[in-house]
């Protein structure tokens, strides 16, 4: 039994830097949550923690 939601997180290309915002359904592990393709390089993007959220909190608290 799992009551913890799965966090948004993005992607982004290394290449271009095209980002890819992603917000899991469940917590079921599902391939899309682990790899992204970037639509112009046509490469794997780099999972990564939601940058936009810290700034967002940051602005409220900080
Ligand atoms: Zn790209």
Known sequence: ???????????????CNYIKYHHPKSDVLNPMDMVQICPKCKISMKREELSGVRKVFGGLFG
């Open 1 to 15: 039994m799992s009551m913890i939601r799965p966090n948004p997180f993005q992607f982004r290309c290394p290449k």
